[in-house]
């Protein structure tokens, strides 16, 4: 143990999710500690100063949350080891503070009887009694500190009640450990503890006699409804969906205006040079392109704020647990793979909300397969094309239709086969999924929490993808011609090369040169695809979008292989769709994959079989469609 | 600024950013507490 004379005593906050532990240490430290928990992301140990009554400095650590001490997932083994004080630089904890929600205290007390079996001393900090006493539960703080032979502070910590109390039982002396009674009553120490906790709530928190339909129940009776709880559940996230999808598109403008801004005053200060080009059309228009998304991010983490901290996450959850299992996975994985349609970014880091590490990683994995908007310009360009007609009929919504389709059912597929090959889980997942009563959302948590996301995506845009797009440029830059004419450049520069010489590679697929270069800009971002193909086939950029389409759909009509044949045949269009559906064509989805997944090994592998896959269902339709005479 | 500074200056950032990713690729990886494929961020 510390030595209380000299260091800081260490306060160690445990609890089980949702129980208010962070909320808790924010409200002893002041600390701007995100709220949540995301099993596999917030193993770390976060530690904090507070002071007692009489201004003695203490260290307060926050545990990640968890169900028991039996080690079997990174957040117990952490907290374990933490209580041990064998995390690096730690010692054992002068004290524990057992943070319970009253509410639930049958399945919370589990985890406190077990620091208390470790013979380390305690406080039980008995949080939400707002929650309880509504539920008409009748709490006796008194008598369950008697029971368990430890000091039991009643407080709200999200209202800051009970925290002078708390410090109160913080100072010196410090209660002793208690002895572990139950410990010795049967062999099975599970069923004693059982035991000890179900004699313990009928003497400190009773029940009332008949169930009281609380609010939450009424509200539940709708939303967890066979019918109309989906009802609710596909107009609650239509409107994230929509909000992501088009509202975000006003603050996007915003920084496309920006973006050009800053283009223009950097070609208005130097004059016609690499620098010039380097700044314009590699950073800002790299780093630019990927802070496009912030808005989108921040509304999504915005709207994951409010449903999870007003409990309605739990209940979508719940509801999708059987479709998504389809798919070997969680409910929690519905929402970051709905919001993967309109990026894979914010799809991505929303899987911080999947309990368990490797339904997480599978979600990671398949995210980039729900079709997002930036694969929009590329369909805009060739499904007209494939059809032949104008842009925006009824037959291409169709075509389109069956791309998001096929695009979401072959993820499943890969989802069901990847999650088996990982194995059952350890840790309980989905199967302790718990129903929080609805609460009114924390605003200042949910701002946090979008303020930490988008700090994060920020980081990310300033570090990463600042250094992929300065390299991108350099392979479009690189060696320098000396002709003005911008399809000359980039048909000769590394890119343009690479383009010629896998030629040989993406012939069997259907595509010559040109398309084979375009797709390797593609890779940056999936929209760059139709800016190259625009510059490899001589069309002038406009205001007019899908005029400039229309344009550079006429000339790969016109495009012919040297024998005469069209390059452009039905079948190339639809490998070429096919490509885009599955290939792994985003260097910022890859940055934020190997941050998420904590491993570029898994981004890479991730990026390898994407576009393996995409290069051979592009390879087979192709070849098998030549066979069969299209 | 002349083209020649510019061709110079940008040069020297590609050169820069090269060896920044290489030194992060080659620089020993800290580990995690979790230590071993269970899905957590750093």
């Known amino acids: 143990?510390?030595?209380?004379?000299?260091?800081?005593?260490?306060?160690?906050?445990?609890?089980?999710?949702?129980?208010?532990?962070?909320?808790?240490?924010?409200?002893?430290?002041?600390?701007?500690?995100?709220?949540?928990?995301?099993?596999?992301?917030?193993?770390?140990?976060?530690?904090?100063?507070?002071?007692?009554?009489?201004?003695?400095?203490?260290?307060?650590?926050?545990?990640?949350?968890?169900?028991?001490?039996?080690?079997?997932?990174?957040?117990?083994?952490?907290?374990?080891?933490a209580l041990n004080g064998l995390l690096p630089g730690e010692s054992i904890p002068d004290?524990?503070?057992?943070?319970?929600?009253?509410?639930?205290?049958?399945?919370?007390?589990?985890?406190?009887?077990?620091?208390?079996e470790l013979g380390l001393p305690c406080v039980l900090a008995l949080n939400m009694v707002d929650v309880a006493e509504r539920t008409g539960l009748r709490l006796d703080p008194a008598k369950l500190s008697e029971e368990l032979g430890i000091p039991v502070v009643p407080m709200q910590a999200n209202a800051r009640r009970g925290i002078v109390e708390l410090k109160q039982a913080l100072r010196f002396p410090r209660p002793h450990a208690s002895e572990a009674d139950w410990s010795h009553e049967t062999s099975d120490l599970e069923t004693s503890r059982r035991a000890f906790i179900a004699r313990l709530c009928e003497l400190a928190a009773r029940r009332p006699e008949a169930h009281q339909q609380t609010l939450s129940d009424k509200i539940d009776a709708v939303l967890l409804h066979p019918l109309y709880g989906w009802i609710a559940m596909m107009l609650i996230f239509f409107t994230v969906f929509w909000a992501i999808f088009s509202f975000a598109q006003i603050p996007m403008g915003w920084i496309k205006s920006g973006q050009d801004a800053l283009s223009t005053w950097i070609g208005s200060i130097l004059q016609e040079g690499d620098l010039r080009s380097l700044l314009a059309d590699g950073v800002v228009t790299g780093v630019g392109g990927v802070v496009t998304f912030l808005p989108q991010i921040i509304l999504l983490f915005l709207f994951i704020g409010l449903l999870e901290s007003s409990g309605y996450m739990a209940r979508a959850a719940y509801l999708m647990d059987a479709v998504m299992a389809k798919a070997g996975l969680s409910g929690k994985s519905f929402l970051p793979l709905f919001s993967s349609f309109a990026c894979a970014i914010p799809g991505v880091m929303a899987t911080r909300t999947i309990d368990s590490a490797k339904d997480r990683l599978v979600t990671i994995f398949i995210a980039p397969w729900m079709s997002c908007s930036a694969r929009l310009p590329v369909y805009f360009?060739?499904?007209?094309?494939?059809?032949?007609?104008?842009?925006?009929?009824?037959?291409?919504?169709?075509?389109?239709?069956?791309?998001?389709?096929?695009?979401?059912?072959?993820?499943?597929?890969?989802?069901?086969?990847?999650?088996?090959?990982?194995g059952e889980d350890i840790t309980p997942g989905h199967f302790l999924l718990e129903l929080p009563p609805y609460r009114k959302p924390q605003w200042s948590y949910i701002f946090r929490h979008v303020f930490d996301r988008a700090m994060a995506f920020v980081?990310?845009?300033?570090?990463?993808?600042?250094?992929?797009?300065?390299?991108?440029?350099?392979?479009?830059?690189?060696?320098?011609?000396?002709?003005?004419?911008?399809?000359?450049?980039?048909?000769?520069?590394?890119?343009?090369?690479?383009?010629?010489?896998?030629?040989?590679?993406?012939?069997p697929l259907g595509f010559d040169g040109r398309m084979g270069t375009a797709i390797l800009t593609a890779f940056a971002a999936r929209e760059v695809f139709v800016s190259s193909m625009s510059i490899l086939y001589r069309v002038e950029e406009s205001d007019n979008e899908e005029q400039d389409r229309s344009i550079l759909r006429d000339r790969l009509i016109e495009s012919k292989w040297p024998d005469g044949r069209p390059i452009f045949t039905p079948l190339s269009l639809i490998s070429l769709l096919l490509f885009f559906m599955y290939?792994?064509?985003?260097?910022?989805?890859?940055?934020?994959?190997?941050?998420?997944?904590?491993?570029?090994?898994?981004?890479?592998?991730?990026?390898?079989?994407?576009t393996g896959f995409a290069y051979l269902v592009s390879l087979l339709v192709f070849q098998g469609g030549k066979l069969l005479g299209f | 600024m002349n083209s020649d500074w510019q061709t110079f200056l940008a040069a020297a950032v590609v050169v820069s950013t090269l060896v920044v990713f290489a030194v992060r690729l080659a620089r020993p990886k800290k580990k995690s507490g979790c230590r071993k494929n269970c899905g957590c961020g750093k």
């Not at chain 1, 300033?462 to 797009?469: F, K, N, R, Y």
């Open chain 1, 1 to 81: 143990m510390s030595n209380a004379s000299e260091a800081p005593s260490i306060i160690a906050l445990i609890g089980n999710p949702n129980a208010g532990k962070t909320t808790l240490f924010n409200a002893l430290t002041g600390a701007n500690q995100r709220v949540g928990n995301y099993s596999g992301v917030t193993v770390e140990v976060k530690s904090g100063e507070t002071f007692t009554p009489h201004g003695r400095k203490l260290r307060v650590l926050d545990l990640p949350g968890c169900y028991s001490l039996r080690a079997s997932s990174p957040d117990e083994k952490v907290a374990l080891d």
């Open chain 1, 95 to 116: 004290l524990v503070v057992c943070v319970v929600d009253a509410s639930n205290l049958e399945r919370h007390l589990q985890l406190t009887l077990q620091v208390i």
């Open chain 1, 381 to 422: 360009l060739i499904v007209p094309l494939l059809l032949q007609s104008k842009e925006g009929t009824w037959k291409q919504a169709l075509v389109l239709f069956g791309i998001y389709a096929l695009g979401t059912l072959s993820a499943f597929v890969v989802a069901r086969v990847l999650r088996g090959r990982l």
């Open chain 1, 459 to 507: 980081k990310k845009a300033g570090t990463v993808i600042l250094g992929l797009s300065i390299l991108l440029w350099a392979l479009k830059t690189y060696p320098k011609t000396p002709s003005a004419d911008k399809a000359d450049a980039l048909a000769n520069s590394a890119i343009g090369h690479i383009g010629i010489v896998i030629e040989p590679v993406v012939k």
């Open chain 1, 583 to 610: 290939a792994m064509q985003c260097a910022a989805t890859t940055a934020v994959v190997a941050r998420e997944s904590g491993s570029w090994k898994w981004a890479f592998w991730q990026f390898v079989f994407m």
